[in-house]
């Protein structure tokens, strides 16, 4: 069996990144009329498209409600990036519901958040083990960042339950090819250049080219870091995003898909008030700029964006703010193409199939 599995037939109801909001994500099941089991009167499925956790106020019980929906097959999901840093031990910003190492860094952001009792935690990360990492059939696929058809070739051929080994693989060759190219010796250089941490969103950094080079390096070895992160280019004008500073960008690898299948995916933030600042970075513009909030975007106007940044509703209750006004949890009903939002709020989806540029066939 692959990491790039079968989507069963069928309506389906796709929901975006969650990002541990567990009231969102009870909600949103409610208005989609799924019962505790995760059954549907009329038959439908639900199928995720990762992030189920880190950043928001209770990740261990989105993970109780959900991964029980998975066992049993009345759900299906892919592994997004914060998942796979979990199988890999890998503590990132908004983690400290699992890692104790980041209880303390996350206190200032994120707190209050419950913690995953122990004892839960070999379950937990056995059954995510062996999600996949794409989902696919005839007119529909699921992945979590991009649908890059030589990475995909590449993750075909890994069995179901790799994906930490291999990630792990890949990264070594990265790691190869910078220590080849003296990058890590040239970020600590820039790292005594600059003496505010890159976690810390009050000071922005200049460009680091080391730093650049070395994301990059990882993004163009590593196919699963493709396929759960995006495709990126380097950026000249440092951002902050994900809680660190960035140089390098996301790119909309959409306006190069070609292919006749429609792709869904989460991971970047999109923001639903037209005009809203958003909340991810500057980034935004890049990927999102000439689309409205609610259409499909690509070169032949199939792919969708369903994550609408709930995972950044942290940030409004930092700020004194209501978290449900600016940051939504949707879920795209296909073969509809209607979105579904956590406060009930139900839109048509805008453009499918609205060829941008001219396609060759």
């Not at 989902?135 to 992945?143: F, H, Q, W």
């Amino acid at each position: 069996m692959s990491l790039v599995q079968p989507l069963p037939p069928g309506p389906v109801d796709i929901v975006g990144d969650i990002h541990g909001e567990i009231a969102a994500l009870e909600q949103l099941l409610t208005h989609l009329g799924y019962d505790r089991e995760g059954n549907h009167p009329q038959g439908r499925r639900l199928v995720f498209v990762g992030d189920f956790c880190d950043r928001g106020p209770d990740s261990p019980a989105v993970l109780g409600r959900i991964l029980p929906m998975l066992a049993s097959g009345k759900a299906h999901a892919v592994l997004g990036n914060h998942e796979i840093n979990l199988l890999r031990e890998d503590a990132k910003d908004g983690s400290g519901w699992f890692f104790d190492s980041r209880v303390a860094a996350d206190q200032p952001k994120y707190a209050p958040f419950a913690r995953l009792e122990e004892k839960a935690a070999p379950a937990l990360l056995d059954q995510l083990a062996y999600l996949p990492i794409a989902l696919e059939r005839e007119d529909l696929r699921i992945v979590h960042a991009a649908w890059r058809p030589t990475q995909i070739a590449m993750v075909r051929e890994l069995p179901l339950g790799s994906a930490r080994s291999a990630y792990d693989h890949f990264e070594e060759l990265a790691a190869d090819q910078a220590q080849a190219s003296c990058v890590a010796e040239r970020m600590r250089l820039e790292e005594q250049s600059w003496p505010h941490s890159l976690e810390d969103y009050r000071y922005a950094p200049p460009f680091l080219a080391a730093h650049s080079e070395n994301e990059l390096g990882k993004a163009m070895v590593n196919p699963l870091k493709v396929l759960t992160a995006g495709v990126e280019r380097e950026c000249r004008n440092p951002f902050y995003a994900g809680g660190k500073w960035r140089f390098v960008e996301r790119v909309g690898w959409w306006n190069e898909y070609d292919e006749e299948p429609a792709v869904v995916v989460g991971h970047y933030w999109r923001r639903m008030l037209p005009g809203d600042a958003p909340a991810h970075g500057a980034q935004f513009e890049n990927l999102f700029g000439n689309t409205t909030p609610l259409s499909w975007h690509g070169l032949r106007g199939n792919v969708f964006c369903v994550d609408y940044s709930v995972g950044a509703r942290w940030l409004a209750r930092l700020r004194g703010e209501d978290p449900t006004q600016r940051f939504k949890l949707a879920a795209l009903r296909w073969p509809e193409r209607t979105l579904v939002f956590d406060d009930g709020v139900q839109a048509d989806s805008e453009g499918f199939g609205k060829t941008t540029y001219p396609v060759q066939d």
